[in-house]
């Protein structure tokens, strides 16, 4: 994981980073590899000795290139660059490798936390997590995410946190000694 310290304010700490589940990638992997075996292929079975051999041969190379490139790199850096932070304070999503996005929800203006996960889902235990705020913007969705109900439990645990930490210096300021 990277280190996340850049995003924390200096009264914060760090509770839960998290990428995409891993299983984002399979897809273009395999991609990847059939890209790289029909090149292969096709290399094996152009004629030697052509004058046109070497032009094919390049040709074949670059689009295979170009391909693995738009079908595997750049899905590969999106999901390195989306990052899930939760803190004593907030929660923060950052997207983008090149052109970055991010949102953040702070855990007092939570009102509602729901998971989504299908069969396959369950079995590779990943899922989709929806926090809802008390905002204009309303919704946060973290998709794929590893283990959401864990991220889900691990967010009310830091909510409870932060409102015994408000509250708490609140109540033992204003009483009477």
């Known amino acids: 994981m990277p280190s ?3 995003y924390l304010t200096d009264d914060e700490e760090l509770i839960y980073v998290t990428r995409q589940h891993w299983t984002q990638l399979v897809g273009e992997f395999v991609v990847l ?3 790289w075996a029909a090149a292969g292929a096709l290399l094996w079975v ?3 000795g052509k004058s046109w051999t070497d032009a094919a041969t390049y040709a074949v190379l670059g689009v295979a290139a170009l391909v693995s490139l738009w079908f595997w ?3 590969l850096m ?3 660059g989306t990052l899930y932070v939760l803190t004593t304070k907030r929660v923060h999503m950052r997207v983008g ?3 970055k996005t991010g949102r953040s929800i702070p855990l007092a203006r939570i009102n509602d936390i729901s998971f989504a996960a299908s069969l396959w889902e369950r079995i590779i235990r990943c899922g989709t997590l929806k926090i809802e705020s008390a905002s204009e913007q309303g919704l946060l969705t973290l998709k794929h995410i590893p283990d959401p109900e864990g991220l889900k439990r691990t967010i009310y645990e830091a909510m409870d946190g932060d409102q015994e930490h408000r509250y708490g210096a609140e109540e033992r300021t204003s009483r009477p000694r």
Do not use: A, E, M, Q
Request: aromatic letters at 12%; one cysteine or more.
């Open 33 to 35: 590899c059939v890209t």
């Open 4 to 6: 996340v310290d850049r």
């Open 46 to 48: 152009l004629p030697s």
């Open 73 to 75: 790199l750049i899905p």
């Open 97 to 99: 490798f090149v052109n």
């Open 78 to 80: 999106k999901w390195r």
